[in-house]
């Protein structure tokens, strides 16, 4: 079973901007493109394939058909795990928080959301919030709602190209004007609005908050420090572990000439493609072009294959 291309639905969100399309080269009708679910099978985005023999065929039809291709593990009518994306901020998100999979599960029919970002490239200035500054009852929290004083309270983080964050459930954030963000998560999209700076949706409406339940999961004391995430070198390949969890692993890759990598039965790797002037994937004398944007899913199984070119790539896998 061959790799194949990835077409990725986009979002189209009133903070979203234009550089999944000038940058990347995704195609949409829609003025803003806010997010594009580059490996998804939840039902409300869900990716298909692009070209070889499973042309046309939604990722999650493929998965049904051919759960091996995930991995050892995973079951015909197990929900696929994680859901990766391209995030393109020209405003300021809501200030919003997930649930852990048992408030999701027994609210939402849904499952709970950790997730991590890596930072693409952001303007000059461009900070998140991440956490509180200092910890707070659960009183308090929703005082600071009441009165329009939790902006005051938050934990505001400047972020430079290459800043890594992982957010677990409870931890409250958002993402910051100019920040260009690939967010690898469980396959969720359960968010619940704490804050979202008086706003109007498409129907002229303030936005939904969602107060009540954001009160009941949000973690209220201050969110772990961010740590440095350092690369390792080895024959002009710069890796660098960037998350490592129950849910899923990612390692951002950066390639000037060849990487070799592995897909063995366990897991099936997603190579997506975030900078670099280009090259292809290489698995069995089977080649794909890799330009800014190509999305990649090898299936378990798939053995040795390879990266060649000048290519600054996230690879995902599952444990």
């Keep these: 079973m061959r790799p194949f291309f990835l077409k990725a ?7 979203g901007g234009t550089k ?11 003025e803003r ?29 493929f998965v049904k058909q051919h759960p091996e291709a995930v991995g050892s593990s995973f079951k015909s009518g197990d929900s ?34 950790t997730e991590m970002w890596y930072v693409i490239s952001a303007d000059i200035g461009s900070e998140l919030i991440y956490g509180f500054k200092e910890e707070l009852t659960k ?9 329009n004083t939790l902006m005051d309270k938050v934990n505001r983080v400047p972020v430079r190209q290459g800043d890594v964050f992982f957010i677990k459930p ?96 366990s897991s099936f790797a997603h190579v997506l493609m975030i900078g670099g002037s280009g090259g292809e994937l290489v698995a069995d004398n089977y080649t794909l072009p890799l330009t800014m944007g190509s999305s990649v899913f090898v299936p378990a199984g798939t053995g040795a294959f390879a990266i060649k070119g000048n290519c600054d790539i996230i690879v995902t896998t599952i444990q």
């Design 170 to 265: 409870g931890t409250l954030h958002a993402i910051g004007k100019g920040i260009l963000i690939a967010e690898i998560q469980q396959s969720s999209n359960v968010t619940y609005r704490v804050y979202d700076y008086g706003r109007l949706g498409a129907d002229g409406k303030p936005r939904e908050l969602h107060i009540e339940k954001a009160l009941d999961v949000t973690n209220t004391v201050p969110a772990e420090p961010k740590s440095p995430v350092y690369g390792m070198e080895l024959d002009g390949v710069v890796t660098q572990l960037l998350a490592d969890c129950e849910y899923f692993n990612v390692n951002r890759h950066r390639i000037i000439k060849e990487l070799k990598l592995y897909a063995d039965k």
């Design 139 to 147: 009183e308090e929290f929703r005082q600071a709602i009441e009165d």
């Design 80 to 113: 696929f795990p994680v859901l990766v994306k391209l995030i393109d901020a020209e405003k300021d998100l809501s200030v919003q928080v997930h649930p852990d999979n048992d408030y999701a599960r027994k609210h939402e029919n849904d499952s709970g959301k």
């Design 33 to 61: 493109l806010a997010e594009s679910w580059e490996l998804s099978c939840h039902p409300d985005g869900e990716c298909t394939i692009s070209g070889g023999d499973f042309d046309g065929m939604k990722l999650s039809d």
């Design 9 to 15: 639905p986009i979002k189209d969100y009133i903070w």
């Design 20 to 30: 999944l399309r000038t940058v990347f080269g995704k195609e949409s009708d829609t």
